[in-house]
């Protein structure tokens, strides 16, 4: 296999709004350029699906067996991304004998690194059959069986972004913003990576029970809204916080009920206020202050939610955009530089990012 190669990355996050797809020209160490990148929603029988599916699966954890519910689930899951990869070669102007790999993350629906148990659902050989393509999925369950956390897995690829980027003064942390927020410290010498908290998750799920939008579109509930300082405090005073890094969470592991009993307005506003605190709260963990703060994921597109980090880190707060990124894409482009890893067994994972042992290598691969 030539060094340098087109690998499609795919990724459908915990915030469950639909597929991010990415090319990247890459050859997994040093070299990633990105090229073409598409959104495709969900539509709302898919989403309602694998929302099901979340809930479903703590029953699987349980003791009981896989429902057809979860099966269907994951069929239609590969099935809309096969069209999305279809969309992209399309938009790019390709055929699938162009692209050397796609990297297939899938849905997580549990994720419990503590039992050593990470689920993400997407048929890797259905998606290798539908589109033609080489395909590797499956990327966090071996650093989870090895006693890792098994998130986050773009680290990596963050600190490639940093290093190719050449502007910024080290120490630099990169946010992404999905159901849930997690940053990558890139310093001199160090790459730490953890879970902070909740990103958009518990924001989605509260706008979606009041306004049946997916979203707190702008931010508009939560800039109405006043922020609850008292129960801001009550959440923030979960162990979680206090954990030691690396650590990783589930995206039903801090959801809307905390504000229970608020208006629309107020209970926007105080979880859009405990997603920046706990992002905030990240820095008892650098071992020094960052220099700047460049925020990834959709998180970066609610106003009020970057205002409020602004008002708790005391750096400079970018978007992806004014980094000369692709804001959007970043996790997709990750899992096409994780593939081209994975075939050449350069490792997916470090002690500093997952908490696993050594460094890590992952991903199940499915030839067409």
Known sequence: ???????????????????????????????????????????????????????????????????????????????????????????????????????????????????????????????????????????????????GQGAPLVPLYHAALIRKSGKFTKPVVLVNIGGVANVTYVGETDILAFDTGPGNAPIDDWAFAHTKKPVDEHGALARTGKVDHARLETMLAHRFFDAVPPKSLDRLDFTAEAVKGLTPEDGAATLTAFTAASLARAREHFSEPANTWIVCGGGRHN??????????????????????????????????????????????????????????????LHRT
Do not use: C
């Open 1 to 147: 296999m030539p060094e340098i190669q087109k690998v499609i990355g795919l990724m459908s996050g915990t915030s469950l709004d639909g597929i991010d797809a990415a090319l990247v020209e890459t050859d997994g160490e040093d070299i990633a350029i990105p090229g073409p990148a598409l959104a495709v929603p969900y539509d709302a029988e898919t989403r309602a699906m694998l929302r099901a599916a979340l809930d479903e699966a703590r029953d699987v954890a349980a003791g009981q067996p896989v429902p057809y519910s979860i099966r269907d689930a994951e069929r239609r899951l590969t099935e809309a991304h096969a069209d999305a990869v279809k969309a992209l070669l399309k938009k790019a102007g390709l055929t699938a004998r162009d692209v050397a790999l796609i990297g297939f993350h899938g849905q997580t629906i549990l994720h419990r690194p503590q039992e050593r148990w990470t689920w993400q659902i997407g048929d890797g050989a259905l998606l290798a059959r539908l589109t033609g393509i080489d395909v590797v999925n499956d990327f966090r369950s071996a650093d989870v069986k090895a006693g």
């Open 303 to 364: 106003p009020v939610l970057m205002g409020e980090l602004r008002a708790r880190v005391n750096a400079p707060v970018l978007s992806a955009e004014d980094a000369g990124w692709q804001g959007d894409f970043i996790e997709a482009e990750a899992f096409a530089y994780l593939a081209m890893r994975s075939v050449k067994g350069l490792p997916l994972s470090l002690p500093t990012t997952t908490g696993v042992r050594e460094p890590m290598t992952g991903g199940k």
